[in-house]
């Protein structure tokens, strides 16, 4: 076997450089170090001071992550893709679910690791799917949502909040 001394200290040595960022940022987000991808860690923390709720106590718990004062419950996902040149390239999609018990499901989209934005969906989401023009099935328990969506939803804000939806753009994005 013939091994690449060079690129093997460069992918160690960044992997150390990835180590202590990951570190620094769990840290910042809390008490629990966790094994998770600290993306998801960092949306669900995003998710809760956006809506102004608590984490769950337990991180890896089923169906929810954050409890609202209300005592409404959120899931809360993340969808990232990258950006080229300042433009986002989406290879990623995502499927929105509706979940029993839940009351929201947010999704933090990430373009070229920049938060771009969040969106929390209703559980009915028949009316979104509507304004979406989508044309799959079970349009009131699920969502197939892409960049085109994004887009559309970024458009014009205003019509989707009027449909339940809530919405947070970064200051590069807002309307």
Known sequence: MNSDEQRLTTL??????YRAARERLLRMLGPRMSNRDPLTEFAEHLVAAWM????ADNPVQAH???????GARVQAKCL?????NGQAAWVN?????????????ALVIFE?????GIVAFPSELGAICGALGKRHGEQETTLQF???????????????RRLGLRLWLSTENSN
């Open 93 to 105: 999609e995502h499927v929105v679910r509706s979940v029993p018990g839940v009351d929201w499901y």
């Open 146 to 160: 892409g960049r085109r969506n994004w887009l559309t939803i970024c458009a014009d804000p205003d019509r989707f």
């Open 64 to 70: 929810w992550d954050i409890e609202l004062l209300d």
């Open 112 to 116: 070229g690791f920049r938060v771009s």
């Open 12 to 17: 160690l040595s960044e992997l150390e450089t």
């Open 80 to 84: 990232l893709n990258t950006a080229t």
């Open 52 to 55: 102004g709720g608590r984490l």
